[in-house]
C-alpha cells in the first residue's frame, strides 16, 4: 500500500470509530461522575434510615461496583461490541478467574454470611484469627479491626465465617478474674479486708461477692 492508500484508510477509520470512542469516552466520563453522586445519596439515605451500620459499607460497594459494570458494559456496546459474544466470553473467563480466585468468592461469601447472620457488628470487640480488637469496619471481601494499641487488622471475612471467635460484647457484663498473691507470714484477714475495701469503692465491680 503506497502512503495516499494508508492516509485514506486512516481517514475512514477515524470517520467510522472517531465519534464512537469519543461518545464511548463522554459516556464513561459522566457515568463514573453520576455514580459517585448516586453512590453519595445512596450512603445519606442509609445514613438517614435505621439500617445496621455493618451494612452500609457492605451495600454501598456492591451498589458502586454493580453500577460500573453496567456503565463498562455500556460502553462496549457503543463501540461495536457484539454484547452476546461478549457476555459469553466474559463468562468463560469468569469461570476460569473464580477457579483461579476461589479464595477471594470465599472472602465474599463470608462477608455475606457476616452480615446476615451477624456474629458481630460494627463497634463490637471480638478475638478472632489470634488478633484482638474493636470492629471497625465490615467490607464486601474483609473485616477491618482497630486493635488497642491503635493498630488497623484486616481480616478475610471467608476465615472470620467459618472459624472460631470470641465476641466481648454480646453480654451486657463479664467475670473478670483476678489472681492476688498474699506472702505467708501477711494477715490473711487484714489481706481480705483491703481487697474488699477496695472492690466496694468501684462503682464498676457488681455488689454481688461473696466473702
Do not use: H
Not at 445514613?47 to 456492591?62: G, H, I, W
Not at 489481706?191 to 468501684?202: F, H, N, Q, S
Amino acid at each position: 500500500m503506497d502512503v495516499e492508500s494508508i492516509i485514506n484508510l486512516g481517514t475512514e477509520i477515524v470517520l467510522e470509530y472517531g465519534p464512537k470512542v469519543i461518545a464511548a469516552i463522554v459516556v464513561w466520563v459522566v457515568g463514573m461522575w453520576v455514580i459517585k453522586l448516586l453512590i453519595s445519596g445512596a450512603n445519606k439515605v442509609m445514613n438517614k434510615s435505621n439500617l445496621d451500620v455493618s451494612l452500609k459499607p457492605f451495600l454501598a460497594s456492591l451498589f458502586g461496583m454493580t453500577l460500573k459494570v453496567l456503565l463498562a458494559i455500556t460502553v462496549l456496546g457503543m463501540l461495536g461490541i457484539e454484547m452476546t459474544s461478549f457476555i459469553a466470553i466474559l463468562a468463560a473467563a469468569g469461570l476460569a478467574v473464580g477457579m483461579a480466585l476461589s479464595g477471594t468468592l470465599q472472602n465474599f461469601a463470608g462477608g455475606v454470611m457476616i452480615l446476615i447472620f451477624k456474629p458481630f457488628k460494627v463497634g463490637d470487640v471480638i478475638d478472632a484469627q489470634g488478633y484482638v480488637g474493636a470492629v471497625k469496619e465490615i467490607q464486601i471481601f474483609n473485616t477491618i479491626l482497630k486493635t488497642p494499641d491503635n493498630k488497623t487488622i484486616i481480616l478475610p471475612n471467608g476465615g472470620l465465617s467459618t472459624g472460631s471467635m470470641v465476641n466481648f460484647s454480646t453480654e451486657g457484663r463479664r467475670r473478670v478474674d483476678w489472681t492476688i498473691g498474699v506472702a505467708y507470714g501477711d494477715d490473711l484477714d487484714q489481706a481480705r479486708a483491703v481487697i474488699r475495701k477496695l472492690c466496694d469503692a468501684d462503682a464498676r465491680i457488681l455488689k454481688i461477692l461473696k466473702w
